[in-house]
T-cell receptor
C-alpha cells in the first residue's frame, strides 16, 4: 500500500462541465475525508465518510457537489456545472477511526475551471 | 471558536540558517497537534504529531514543541536546505470528535534561498 492515491492529478475543464475525482485511501483506514484548498489557504473540510456512510457535509458543499464511497473503499467527488470559483486543489485524506492517528493525505487533484 | 493561527505568514531565509515557525491555537477539547509540510502542488505530508503530554518531538532537522498550557507550538528547522522551501501547516485535532476532527492553520510559506 503506497498511501492515499488521487486521480487525476490535474483537471482543466470549461465552465458548466461536470468533473469527477477519485480517491483510493489506505486500505486499512475506515475514514475518508475530502478537503478543498485554495492558494495561500489551509485545507477546508468538505465531507467525510466512515466506511460507506457519509457522516458529515460542510456548508461549503453546495448542491452541485456530491461524494460517494459505495463499498467503503475508494471515493468519488463530483462537481456538476462547474464554476470558476471551483478552481482549487481537492485533497483526500484517510485515517483510522480512533484517535485520528495515521491521518494521511493524498497528493490532491488540481482543478482549473476556464 | 476553534482556531489555529500561524506566524509568520511567510519567511525567507538563507540556506544553512535555522528558523522557527509559530502556531497558536484555541481548540478545545484538545487531542493532538500536528505539523505538516506541503510542497507546491502536492498534498500535506506529516512531520510530527504530539499529544497533550508531549513537549517536544523531533524528525530529523525538524523539532516541534508544544506548550499545552499556553496553547502554543513551534516548529524549528535546523540547517535549512533548499528542499525545505514549502508551506508548513499546523493542525490541531479535537478530542472525541465524531466529525470535522481537524482544525487547520493557514500555513507559513518558507522560502530557502542560496
Amino acid at each position: 500500500d503506497t498511501g492515499v492515491s488521487q486521480n487525476p492529478r490535474h483537471k482543466i475543464t470549461k465552465r458548466g462541465q461536470n468533473v469527477t475525482f477519485r480517491c483510493d485511501p489506505i486500505s486499512e483506514h475506515n475514514r475518508l475525508y475530502w478537503y478543498r484548498q485554495t492558494l495561500g489557504q489551509g485545507p477546508e473540510f468538505l465531507t467525510y465518510f466512515q466506511n460507506e456512510a457519509q457522516l458529515e457535509k460542510s456548508r461549503l458543499l453546495s448542491d452541485r457537489f456530491s461524494a460517494e464511497r459505495p463499498k467503503g473503499s475508494f471515493s468519488t467527488l463530483e462537481i456538476q456545472r462547474t464554476e470558476q470559483g471551483d478552481s482549487a486543489m481537492y485533497l483526500c485524506a484517510s485515517s483510522f477511526v480512533e484517535g485520528h492517528y495515521g491521518y494521511t493525505f493524498g497528493s490532491g487533484t488540481r482543478l482549473t475551471v476556464v | 471558536k476553534n482556531q489555529v493561527e500561524q506566524s509568520p505568514q511567510s519567511l525567507i531565509i538563507l540556506e544553512g540558517k535555522n528558523c522557527t515557525l509559530q502556531c497558536n491555537y484555541t481548540v478545545s477539547p484538545f487531542s493532538n497537534l500536528r505539523w505538516y509540510k506541503q510542497d507546491t502542488g502536492r498534498g500535506p505530508v506529516s512531520l510530527t504529531i504530539m499529544t497533550f503530554s508531549e513537549n517536544t518531538k523531533s524528525n530529523g532537522r525538524y523539532t516541534a514543541t508544544l506548550d499545552a498550557d499556553t496553547k502554543q507550538s513551534s516548529l524549528h528547522i535546523t540547517a535549512s536546505q533548499l528542499s525545505d522551501s514549502a508551506s508548513y501547516i499546523c493542525v490541531v485535532s479535537l478530542l472525541n470528535s465524531g466529525n470535522t476532527p481537524l482544525v487547520f492553520g493557514k500555513g507559513t510559506r518558507l522560502s530557502v534561498i542560496a
